[in-house]
Nanobody, 119 residues
Framework: QVQLVESGGGLVQAGGSLRLSCAAS????????MGWYRQAPGKQRDLVAT???????NYAESVKGRFTISGDLAKNTVFLQMNSLKPEDTAVYYC?????????????WGQGTQVTVSS
């Protein structure tokens, strides 16, 4: 079973930066995209950013201009550079990998990493 391992979360003051990393434990065949979701307490899990195998990126409006996603999908790795962090960015951040198993598209999920931004 493929595992996505995240790192880089932590506690930072408002205006600071963090860099999240995610890597798969083994090769994911037919990977289409990787990215990040986040979930704050009492809220739903929302998309933060995604990058496709063609290099296209997409961001939530709330993080545009502050967060940058990058990665090498051939190596099943993805990163999220987060700058100018705000208290409202506080959440558990989950890495995901979107792939085709030959029949349908499915997702692998990481275990989540906590990001806390203090005011």
């Amino acid at each position: 079973q493929v595992q996505l391992v995240e790192s880089g979360g932590g506690l930072v003051q408002a205006g600071g930066s963090l860099r999240l990393s995610c890597a798969a434990s083994e090769n994911i065949v037919s990977i289409y995209a990787m990215g990040w979701y986040r979930q704050a307490p009492g809220k739903q899990r929302d998309l933060v950013a995604t990058i496709t195998s063609r290099g296209s990126t997409n961001y939530a409006e709330s993080v545009k201009g502050r967060f940058t996603i990058s990665g090498d999908l051939a190596k099943n790795t993805v990163f999220l550079q987060m700058n100018s962090l705000k208290p409202e960015d506080t959440a558990v951040y989950y890495c995901y990998a979107h792939y085709n198993n030959g029949f349908t598209y499915k997702n692998y999920w990481g275990q989540g990493t906590q990001v806390t931004v203090s005011s």
